[in-house]
């Protein structure tokens, strides 16, 4: 349980007005906060919180709520997360009502049970476990890059040699996500890839710029798809093929941030077509991650020059859309469908509604 009023020693001080058995609060008060969890109570908090960011904006508001006491008694940590969970402080951030909110009920809450239970059990809760399957697509692209790493069967990137020095860097940039973020990135990904494959192309691209919510708000992502088919390839193998495709990202990614300048950095990934456009099975992934902090006349020229030579991202061609991310989906419209005169005369007819 979690019992705020209790500071340091009170702890263990039965003769402490507010003493509670089995309980914490603000044990160093006047250091660090630390945060006491049992076995049941981390695994719930991680499998909720299951990024990083997640994770640590959880804890920061938690420090925050029990030192200040907007909390003042929890039954369980669950109650605690549920609180978390169904309250928006703006930018697409959870955390717990300011203390000035809660003058109305004494400047705290004391939260009883069956709050998280409600709350998993609520259609909106469902709707955002469905929503979030594609953010798995992400989660899985860390895993793929992490164990090539480890591994050590990387390979040059536009030319650079693999170094777990760099990859790790690109790799931190990815983990960073939020689940919500991992969410609109994997849709954005999963999409290139069906895009590319349903008009057969031999070259697709996606560019992404951060949304609300961004753990890193200076960072685009750009998703190129490139099919190992042309003739050229073929002819002189799929290490060159890598090479091009490589080289070809660094191009797309220079090109993404000379459009974007509010942004300081890309991360790119690139992948093979799929198996419907290139007729072979099996690819290969790359990760490319491009920071430039300063703009000057003769890089902007270099780029535009690119843009030209490469045909990349020329504006011309450009579609433009959007993917909007609500953590928690609306539910769908339910709309009926009424039939022509006959079937809804038959449907009166065996005294119920036409089919929706």
């Known amino acids: 349980m979690v019992n705020s009023h209790l500071k340091g020693p009170s702890h263990v001080d039965p003769t402490f007005p507010g003493y509670t058995p089995f309980a914490f609060g603000d044990v160093d008060p006047d250091g660090p906060f630390v945060h006491v969890f049992d076995e049941t109570a981390l695994n719930l908090v991680l499998r909720e919180m299951d990024t990083i960011t997640d994770f640590v904006r959880y ?210 990934v690139a992948v093979d077509a799929s198996e419907q456009v290139t007729g072979r099975k099996g690819g290969s992934e790359d990760l490319l991650l491009l920071e430039i902090d300063k703009w000057t006349p003769e890089h902007e020229s270099d780029v535009e020059r690119l843009r030209k030579q490469g045909g990349i991202l020329v504006p011309a061609r450009l579609r433009r859309g959007g993917i909007s991310v609500s953590e928690f989906p609306p539910a769908p419209s339910r709309q009926s469908y009424k039939g022509n005169r006959s079937q809804r005369r038959a449907s009166a007819a065996r005294g119920r509604k036409g089919p929706r």
């Open 59 to 268: 804890l920061g508001a938690r420090q925050a709520a029990i030192r200040q006491q907007v909390i003042g008694h929890a039954v369980s940590e669950a109650e605690i997360l549920a609180v978390y969970l169904t309250t928006d402080i703006g930018d697409g951030e959870h955390g717990f009502p300011r203390p000035e909110q809660l003058e109305p009920f004494g400047g705290q809450i004391n939260l009883a049970g069956g709050m998280y239970r409600d709350f998993k059990a609520s259609p909106a809760a469902r709707r955002k476990a469905e929503a979030d399957r594609v953010s798995y697509a992400w989660d899985k692209l860390i895993r793929v890059f992490t164990v090539n790493v480890l591994a050590g069967t990387s390979v040059a990137v536009a030319g650079i040699e693999p170094d777990a020095r760099l990859s790790e860097r690109s790799l931190r940039v990815m983990a960073l996500e939020t689940r919500t973020s991992r969410r609109a990135l994997g849709e954005a990904f999963v999409g290139a890839l069906a895009n590319a494959e349903q008009r057969g192309l031999d070259r697709f691209a996606r560019v992404v710029v951060p949304g609300e919510g961004a753990a890193d708000p200076e960072c685009g992502h750009v998703f190129l798809v490139v099919a190992f088919r042309e003739p050229w390839m073929v002819a002189e193998g799929y290490d060159r093929y890598r090479q091009f495709r490589s080289g070809l990202l660094k191009a797309y990614c220079e090109v993404a941030l000379y459009d974007n300048r509010h942004l300081k950095r890309m991360l790119g």
